[in-house]
């Protein structure tokens, strides 16, 4: 695995979200699958109903009742809008400065990519390998995973494990080292309001119909208060407080002006009167809206009062909210505001998945801390990530064990935003930590 190995997977356009893409998600996927067979897997593709391929590998031990891992990785990545504000096209990846700009440079081909190094790594040395390595790979993730939801369950004897290490993670900087104890789950929805049966000329229909416009940003903005709480009824009635002991363990820590510098806002939104920020962004949830739309809002102007408006809605769920109930209470109540001249209908997304929180007490977290300090020189501090990886729930179900979220992200990837970038450090480190993390694992094993 080199330079160029990289350069080629970033050059799929495995967009999940994108209909159009669905030969490019094959091929990378096929690429992904010979590269693994390459170092001596036997690889498997799991297909459900048209969606982008899950590829099982299995790296067999000379012992077959040896203890097993489970890796997991997503080669699909975000769409690239708004493209005008890319320095480089997002998917002809370019070197600057020691970094790979591509859109998936770091999320999760970049991560991919340097535990595809790693495992070859790993085996250079150990063929076959001292214990059993599984690995699953989807293509949409960044969509939901929804076919690796259906396929989970049915595969639920080969993905048995001893650890899942998910390797789709992220540190706030590369000298302060930190493993991911959990993850917020997720639910999607897209908000429709209805209003007359065609565009209607504002200056004959103004003062007279309702806006569906302003009726969607009414309900939004009454779904949560000034001070940013969710005002939907019963939408905390299941949220679980830390208790005070475990939360100890856990960083929390929030660099302001790091913040300020990166983003070139304060730390403003979420329960700010209620929470600091580390809090707001990871053991608590959210409701937000990631698109709005409706009328016109092309070149110059048009005086349209518009006949629909709809808006992208999610949230991110921690223990013990469960994404279904959630997401039914969230549906009924938006729906309970129609009214005459304003129907409100939700559509709820297939992809969700529930918040994990990972056990302090495993052995494989000391396996992990152990390759930290080992790649890193330092001990990692603990913490609870705020994004979402919807399946790790239901694969640490599936896999009969428990799972640790680990990578080299950095918040200066800008993943999911132009110019995501991925530095030759990150991927020097990230081979390093899954390398001693094996081997760790082998010994660990042993004793
Ligand atoms: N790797 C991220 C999640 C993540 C980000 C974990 C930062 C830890 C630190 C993952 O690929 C992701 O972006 N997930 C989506 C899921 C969603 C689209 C269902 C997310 O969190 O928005
Ligand atoms: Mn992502």
């Known amino acids: 695995m080199n330079e160029k190995d990289y350069f080629e997977l970033l050059k ?24 693994l067979t390459g170092i001596g897997a036997k690889v498997e593709r799991w297909v459900h109903d048209g969606h982008p ?19 997991y990785n997503h080669y699909d990545v975000q769409p690239i809008d708004p493209l005008d504000l890319w320095k480089s096209p997002p998917f002809e990846p370019t070197l600057k400065d020691e970094k790979v700009y ?19 790594a790993f085996l250079k040395e150990k ?15 960044e969509s939901g995973s929804e076919a690796i939801h259906k396929l989970v369950k049915e595969k639920k004897k080969e993905l048995k494990a001893d650890g899942l290490l998910i390797v ?52 939004l903005a009454n779904a949560r208060s000034k001070d940013g709480a969710v005002l939907i009824p019963h939408f905390y009635d299941h949220v679980k407080i830390l208790p005070k002991v475990d939360r100890e363990k856990f960083s929390f820590h929030f660099d302001l002006e790091e913040y300020v510098h990166l983003y070139g806002i304060p730390p403003e939104g979420g329960e700010k009167g209620a929470y600091a920020p ?46 279904e109930e959630t997401a039914q209470l969230i549906k009924n109540y938006f729906e309970s505001k129609s009214k005459p001249g304003a129907k409100v209908e939700v559509h709820i997304h297939a992809g969700k998945g529930p918040a994990v929180r990972c056990s302090l007490n495993s052995p494989l977290l000391e396996t992990a801390k152990m390759a ?23 694969l640490a ?37 899954i390398k001693n993390f094996l081997e760790t694992f082998d010994k660990e094993q042993k004793r």
């Open 12 to 35: 799929f356009q495995s967009i999940s979200a994108d209909p159009s893409k669905k030969k490019e998600l094959e091929d990378c996927a096929s690429w992904v699958e010979k590269k």
């Open 53 to 71: 391929p899950v590829l099982f590998a299995l790296f067999e031990a000379a012992d077959p009742t040896a203890p097993t891992l489970l890796i």
């Open 102 to 120: 591509a859109r998936g440079a770091s999320d999760n081909k970049g991560q991919l990519f340097y535990t595809l190094t790693a495992v070859e």
């Open 127 to 141: 063929n076959p390998p001292p214990f059993n390595l599984k690995w699953v790979i989807e293509g949409e993730e």
């Open 168 to 219: 789709d993670g992220g540190m706030d900087s590369l000298k302060n080292p930190t493993l991911g104890l959990g993850v917020r789950g997720m639910i999607t929805m897209d908000l429709k309001v209805t209003g007359p049966n065609s565009d209607l000329h504002s200056g004959i229909h103004g003062g007279i119909a309702l806006n569906p416009i302003h009726y969607l940003v009414e309900i």
């Open 278 to 323: 580390k809090e707001r962004g990871s053991i608590r949830p959210t409701l937000e809206v990631n698109g709005i739309s409706g009328g016109y809002s092309g070149e110059g102007f048009k005086t349209v009062l518009p006949s629909f408006a709809s808006a992208k809605v999610s949230c991110r769920l921690v223990p013990d909210q469960d994404p």
């Open 372 to 394: 930290v300090e080992k790649t890193f020189g330092k001990s990692p501090e603990l913490v609870l990530e705020g994004g979402s990886i919807p399946i790790t729930a239901e």
């Open 397 to 433: 179900e599936a896999a009969l064990c428990e799972p640790l979220i680990v990578g080299v992200g950095l918040p200066t990837d800008t993943i999911h935003a132009p110019n995501e970038n991925f530095s030759l450090e990150q991927i020097k480190l990230g081979t390093s930590f």
